[in-house]
C-alpha cells in the first residue's frame, strides 16, 4: 500500500457522521447541531459549521478600500498557475511583486527571475517550509498577498494575510468546507481587507459576451442555468509532479462536487447572486467511482502501490441549486473520465438562450425560427467592453486571456478604491457548492440549505456593473 493511500474505513465513518449530522434543510444558516468533525488536511470536510459568533452585522455595501498608488504584492505558491500569474502582474502597471513563497526554491528563483527581467526590483524570497507565508506576511509591507497553492492552504494564506493588514486574493475554491467559508467571510469584515476569489472564468470571452446580453435584457428574465467543469484530469492527477502531488488525494475520501466556481462563477453573474437574488438550496448525487481505478489498472505494473488506491469520488457529480426567486442551475463536475473539455455555460431567459461549447446563440425575434446562431455573429455588436478594451494586451495570456482580464481588474480596483468583481461573500458561496454537495451526496441525495454569508444584504447589494479598463 501507498503511504498516501486513505486508511480503510476513512470514507465511510466520514459519510455516517455527515448523514446522521445533517437532515434535510438542516445546513441552513451553517447552524445544524454538533461540533465539527476534525480533518487531517486534504482528506475533507467536517460535518457541521456554525456561524462564528465574533460575527456583526455585514457591511451596508461592498467593501471599497482606499486607493493604493501602486500595489505591492507578495504571491504564496508560484507553480504553473502562480506562475501565470506572476507573467500577468509583470506586465500590469501599478503593480510590484516585491515578495514570494514556494516550498520550492527553484520555483521561487524562478519567478524572481521572471520579475527581474521584467524590469523589477528582485523580490524577497520566502522558501523556508510550508509555512514560511505566515514569515511573509508578518514581515513583509506589501499590500496584497496573492496565493496559487494547493487547495488546503488557501484559507490559511488568506486568513494570515488579512491578519497582518493586507488584502487577500486566491485561486479557486476559496475554500471547501463551510467552516472556512465562514471564517473567510470572519476575518474579512473583522479587518476591513478583501478577500478575492480569481475565478478567471468570469473574464472569458463567450462568458462576458452572454453577461453583456443579459444585462442588456436580449434573454429576458434569466430563469435557468448549466455548468459544470468537465475536463479528462487522470493523468494530471497521477502525475509524480505538479497537481498530481495533491489533488488525487481529494479523490480518496471525499464524495461531491469538488471543483464548481468555473462554471458557476459566470452563471452566478447573469443571475444577480448576492446582488438580488441568492442561492437557497442544493441537491446532489454522484455516479460510481470507476474512471480512476481503471486508469492506474492500464497504465501502472501489477504490484504498483497506485494500483492499491480506492476513491470515493464518484466519476460525474449532477447538483441543481435552487435560488431565492426560484431559478434553477444545474452543475457537474468530472475529472475522471476521457472527454473532451467542457464548462456548458449555458444561460436560459424567457426571450432566448447562450450556450458554449460550442459558443452559440438563439434569440427570439431575431435568431432564425428554431436554429442556433454562431456566437461569433455576435461579438461585433455585443462584444464586453472589458475584452474591447484590452483584447490585445491579454494575447498570450493563459485560458485566452481572461486570466490577464481578471488580474488587470484586481489591480484596477485596489489603485482606484473602488469594491472588488467578487468579494468575500462570493468567494463563500460559490465555494459552499463543495461541502453541500457532499452532505448532500452522503445523505442520499437529501436537499440542503445555502447559508447565507451576507445575513439579507443580498437584496440590498447592486448587481455588478458592465465594467470596462
Not at 524577497?124 to 508578518?138: I, M, Q
Request: net charge negative; charged share 20%; with cysteine.
Amino acid at each position: 500500500m501507498s503511504d498516501r493511500t486513505p486508511a480503510a474505513g476513512a470514507f465511510s465513518r466520514r459519510t455516517f457522521l455527515k448523514t446522521g449530522a445533517v437532515g434535510v434543510g438542516s445546513v441552513a444558516a451553517g447552524c445544524a447541531p454538533g461540533a465539527g468533525v476534525a480533518q487531517a488536511p486534504g482528506e475533507g470536510p467536517s460535518a457541521t459549521a456554525r456561524v462564528p459568533e465574533s460575527l456583526s452585522a455585514p457591511p451596508s455595501q461592498p467593501l471599497a478600500a482606499p486607493p493604493i498608488e501602486e500595489v505591492r504584492i507578495g504571491f504564496v505558491g508560484v507553480g504553473g498557475m502562480g506562475t501565470a500569474h506572476v507573467r500577468n502582474l509583470v506586465r500590469i502597471e501599478g503593480c510590484v511583486i516585491s515578495a514570494v513563497c514556494d516550498v520550492v526554491p527553484a520555483h521561487a528563483e524562478r519567478a524572481a527571475d521572471l520579475i527581474e527581467a521584467a524590469g523589477h526590483p528582485r523580490p524577497t524570497l520566502f522558501t523556508r517550509g510550508e509555512r514560511d507565508f505566515e514569515r511573509l506576511c508578518a514581515e513583509t509591507d506589501v499590500e496584497l498577498v496573492y496565493t496559487a497553492t494547493p487547495w488546503r492552504w488557501h484559507v490559511p494564506v488568506c486568513v494570515a494575510a488579512m491578519e497582518s493588514g493586507k488584502h487577500a486574493a486566491t485561486e479557486v475554491p476559496a475554500a471547501y468546507t463551510l467552516e472556512d467559508c465562514w471564517r473567510l467571510v470572519e476575518v474579512a469584515e473583522a479587518t476591513g481587507r478583501h478577500c478575492v476569489m480569481m475565478e478567471n472564468v468570469n473574464y472569458g470571452r463567450a462568458e462576458l459576451l452572454c453577461l453583456n446580453l443579459v444585462r442588456q435584457g436580449h434573454l429576458g428574465e434569466i430563469l435557468h442555468g448549466e455548468c459544470g467543469y468537465l475536463h479528462d484530469l487522470r493523468s494530471i492527477k497521477f502525475a509524480d509532479e505538479g497537481e498530481g502531488l495533491w489533488r488525487r488525494d481529494h479523490a480518496w475520501t471525499r464524495n461531491g462536487n469538488l471543483y464548481p466556481t468555473h462554471g458557476l462563477g459566470p452563471v452566478a453573474n447573469c443571475m444577480n447572486i448576492n446582488r438580488g437574488d441568492q442561492f437557497a438550496r442544493l441537491v446532489s448525487m454522484s455516479s460510481p467511482s470507476r474512471g480512476l481505478q481503471e486508469w492506474a489498472e492500464t497504465h501502472y505494473p501489477e504490484g504498483d502501490p497506485k494500483r492499491a488506491e480506492t476513491f470515493a469520488l464518484g466519476d460525474v457529480n449532477g447538483s441543481l441549486i435552487q435560488t431565492h426567486q426560484g431559478r434553477t442551475i444545474y452543475v457537474s463536475h468530472d475529472t475522471n473520465l476521457p472527454r473532451p473539455y467542457s464548462r456548458i455555460n449555458q444561460v436560459q431567459g424567457t426571450r432566448g438562450i447562450f450556450q458554449g461549447y460550442p459558443d452559440r446563440v438563439y434569440l427570439e425575434g431575431r435568431s432564425p425560427e428554431h436554429q442556433w446562431e454562431d456566437a461569433e455573429a455576435y461579438f461585433e455588436a455585443f462584444e464586453h467592453p472589458l475584452w474591447q478594451a484590452l483584447r490585445d494586451a491579454s494575447i498570450g495570456a493563459g485560458h485566452g486571456g481572461m486570466d490577464f482580464m481578471e488580474d488587470y481588474r484586481l489591480i484596477k480596483c485596489l489603485r482606484d478604491g473602488i469594491p472588488t468583481d467578487m468579494n468575500v461573500y462570493d468567494a463563500a458561496a460559490l465555494s459552499a457548492v463543495c461541502e453541500l454537495s457532499e452532505i448532500s451526496v452522503a445523505s442520499g441525495s437529501a436537499p440542503v440549505d445555502f447559508p447565507d454569508f451576507t445575513r439579507g444584504r443580498w437584496r440590498e447589494w447592486s448587481p455588478w456593473p458592465v465594467v470596462t479598463a
